[in-house]
């Protein structure tokens, strides 16, 4: 983020939810820089406050909504003040959000990224035909005044507070994105999704599947890579479908090898995998380029094949079992991850079993697990919500508690071994230490220069705990 210039209008976003929302996010701050406003990070410094919001759970819409009414006693203060809502929330409950919430400015859906700026003048233009001059703010509206007069000569304001409807068409040069290192890029190689899962709002939130093309995508990571990438993480929802809605031979298989073939380009990731789509050539591909790191996100969801076809999700436990077999046939050392839901309407103590089973069995070394909650508008919201919250609670306590042993299992088994990482930069816990990542998405926790970060290290594993690996830096 800019730190704010003197005569811009600034701009505080937050961002909850996925990684899809974190790219999005680059992605309007870039458009955000591009037109003239800065981008700060201090809620204080604030004309505007953007949230970049998230629906997949009942608790990711409770955190925004819980900010939102905070910061309603700030208007109360500041008339002038801005507040504009994107993604999910904004594309799934827009105008439901903008009625409940008066405070809110305007409303912008997934799809229409590209029209937030002018959002932004519009509303600001709004606030300040209505903001009363007093002793105390005269200089500060004097200043924003001047600001808006700056962008209004670029930048055409909308005045709908309401944007909103998937099928908006963009355009969107997403080659302006702002990312926080030049070492590490999110990419996005499709958006939307067509699998429909009965629990999940993500198809209506953010629309159908669409593959961008990948000469574009290519193009971007060639300038990356140029740039200083080293390490790229290609994002969708359902990666392993890629190109299904594009003309050619535009698979998922040859996009990785393609973007294996970069100069520059040390790590490649990728995430989301669905079982379902899993190929054979996938997997001999990710087996025979260094360059793919041997980490895969690979979503069970359930242990229980009557909850699985609940659920949607087009396979059994039996075949998700065969698959990650295969995988680990062609990629011995492949660290597993995966997301589970529990309490899915009509999970019964034997469906849960079975989930626990699949879970020893495979042994993740990482796992997100979450209690089931119903989505406006989605296939399993008409089902009862019948597990009893206390179910859930010890249902997601049980997992947590096995995915805690197996990670430690994960992490000790690297004790005593020399692992390479490629620095991140200080520890969040202890900020006299450094934190990278290892190949295969393990967090690793050592001593070490800041000005490492950005760089391929090589240390030894001292000792593990389920959160970390320890290690000390090689002569
Ligand atoms: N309730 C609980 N968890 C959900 N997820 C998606 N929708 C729901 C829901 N309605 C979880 C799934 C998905 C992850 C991103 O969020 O496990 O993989
Ligand atoms: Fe949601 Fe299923 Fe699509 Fe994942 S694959 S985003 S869980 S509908």
Known sequence: MSSASADSVRVHLRTYGCQMNVLDSQIITGLLETAGFSVVEDEA????????????????????????????????????????????????????????????????????????????????????????VTRHNACHLERLRGALASLLARIPPIETNCLIGTAIPEGLDERVARRPHPWHAYVEIMRGCSNFCSYCVVPYARGPEVSRPMDEILRELEQLAAAGCVEVTLLGQNVNSYGRDLEGRSRFALL???????????????????????????????ASSPKICHQIHFPLQSGSDRILRAMNRKYT??????????????????????????????????????????????????????????????????????????????????????????TLLAHEAHVGSHVEVLVEGPSKRNPEMLQGRTSRFFNVIFPGQSWWAGTFRTVRVTHATPLALYAEPTA
């Not at 505007?48 to 309603?72: I, Y």
Request: proline letters at 4%; hydrophobic letters at 40%; one cysteine or more.
């Open 45 to 132: 410094e604030a004309d505007a406050f953007l949230f970049n919001t998230c629906s997949v759970r009942d608790l990711s819409e409770r955190k925004v909504l819980g900010k939102l009414g905070q910061l309603r006693h700030a208007r109360a203060r500041r008339p002038e003040l801005v507040f504009g809502v994107c993604g999910c929330m904004a594309e799934l409950s827009g105008e439901r959000l903008l009625h409940k919430n008066p405070h809110v400015d305007f409303v912008c859906g997934t799809n229409c990224r590209s029209h937030i700026p002018s959002l932004l003048v519009g509303a600001l233009q709004r606030r300040l035909d209505i903001a009363h």
């Open 256 to 286: 990785l090898r393609r973007v294996s073939e970069i100069p520059g380009i040390r790590w490649v990731r990728f995430l989301t995998s669905n079982p379902y789509d899993i190929s054979e050539e996938l997997v001999e591909t990710v």
């Open 317 to 406: 436990c039996a075949e998700y079992l065969e698959k990650v077999a295969r995988i680990r046939s062609a990629v011995p050392d492949m660290a597993f991850s995966s997301d589970f839901i529990v309490g899915f309407p009509g999970e019964t103590e034997e469906d849960f079993a079975a989930t626990y089973a699949a879970m020893e069995q495979v042994k993740f070394a990482n796992a997100f697990i979450f209690k089931y909650s119903a989505r406006r508008g989605t296939a399993a919201a008409a089902l009862p919500d019948d597990v009893p919250r206390h179910v859930k609670e010890a249902r997601h306590q049980a997992l947590l508690a096995l995915q805690s042993k197996h």
